[in-house]
């Protein structure tokens, strides 16, 4: 087989997300629990204006669920401890008409103490079997928050996140490499030396890409812009722009870089925020953009996005609930491409 991982520009099927289950990412205290619930069910409806949304249940949240959510978007009942989907579940890839599903190994992001991610490792071979993909077994523990491609075999990936030794000890760059060339179908990796500030701390990913980069079009990125020179990301961002500036993609083009700039807060409770426009989802016809209640900011970036993929409608929801928990509107969804023709 040749799988391929189309771009997230390519038509989907659906996006698949996971409902909130209790415990300690969903918050301790009943506002908390309700802001996320609240939060999966709004990112969930802006997907829906664009496509269908599939979303795995726990069995202790079936009720909640159907009560919060739209009719229109399907509930699929099974065992959910983690929700973030986009790392939890399969990474969906082509071959002539068939349609393939990924299964990496899940650890819960370097298996932390506080990580519960038993179940969720479970859910890439359980959609596979619900939309009957073929399953693309893999001993490389990653998650779909640490790639991103162009569809025309260009992946970027991150130095501390697949070279993690609490994710895969014994892996080199050329394993790596391999590995994405058998499961995704890249033949060029244009690797960052790092991810974001905040995303190093307990709670964190160790530097995923879908944070900080994303490619819009083959030979176009959009990069995180920190322009403060308050937030340490100001530095990290100006390292990651000289870094991508001298690489090349799969047709050794060099990339046009666009500055996506970070909203003005700087800082939470916890410290410095990794607060970034680059975490959105690309849907058909569409873009669910993070929001952060800095209005012009905000606007900014739905503007950006706007020139970045002509002909879809830009919409915003607010991602702090996420941003608070870990992640943002890309790390909650997974998109199910459409089956090409053979």
Not at 298 to 310: H, Q, V
Request: proline letters at 5%; hydrophobic letters at 40%; a negative charge.
């Amino acid at each position: 087989m040749n799988w391929r991982m189309p771009a997230e520009t390519a038509r989907h099927e659906r996006t698949w997300m996971a409902f909130p289950a209790e415990g300690i990412t969903l918050g301790e205290t009943a506002s908390e629990r309700e802001e996320g619930y609240s939060t999966w069910t709004a990112v969930a409806h802006a997907v829906a204006e664009f496509e269908p949304v599939a979303m795995l249940v726990d069995p202790s949240e079936t009720a909640r669920a159907r009560r919060m959510l739209s009719g229109s978007i399907e509930i699929v009942e099974a065992p959910v401890d983690e929700f973030w989907m986009r790392d939890s579940g399969p990474t969906f890839v082509v071959d002539e008409g068939r349609l393939g599903a990924v299964d990496w190994v899940f650890n819960g992001w370097g298996a932390p103490a506080w990580a519960q991610w038993h179940k969720a490792a479970q859910h890439a071979r359980l959609i596979a079997g619900a939309v009957g993909a073929e399953l693309v077994s893999s001993v490389l523990v990653n998650e779909g928050g640490g790639i991103h491609v162009d569809g025309e075999g260009t992946v970027l990936l991150t130095e501390t996140v697949q070279l993690d030794p609490r994710r895969n000890p014994y892996a080199d760059t050329q394993r790596i490499e391999a590995e994405m060339l058998r499961t995704i179908g890249a033949t060029k990796a244009v690797w960052l030396p790092r991810g974001l500030t905040r995303d190093y701390d307990e709670f964190g990913t160790n530097g995923h890409v879908d944070i900080v980069a994303t490619i819009t079009a083959p030979g176009h990125i959009l990069l995180h812009d920190q322009q403060d020179p308050a937030h340490p990301d100001h530095a990290v961002t100006r390292e990651l722009r000289t870094h991508l500036e001298q690489q090349t993609d799969a047709a050794g083009r060099r990339f046009e870089i666009i500055d996506l700039p970070a909203p003005t807060t700087l800082r939470d409770d916890e410290g410095f925020v990794d607060w970034s426009y680059v975490n959105h989802l690309v849907t058909n016809d569409g873009v669910v953009a993070c929001g952060f209640g800095d209005e012009q900011a905000d606007a900014a970036a739905r503007s950006i996005l706007a020139d970045a993929y002509p002909r879809r409608r830009v919409v915003t929801v607010d991602a702090r609930p996420l941003f608070d928990r870990g992640g943002g509107i890309h790390c909650i969804t997974q998109q199910q491409p459409a089956r090409e023709n053979s």
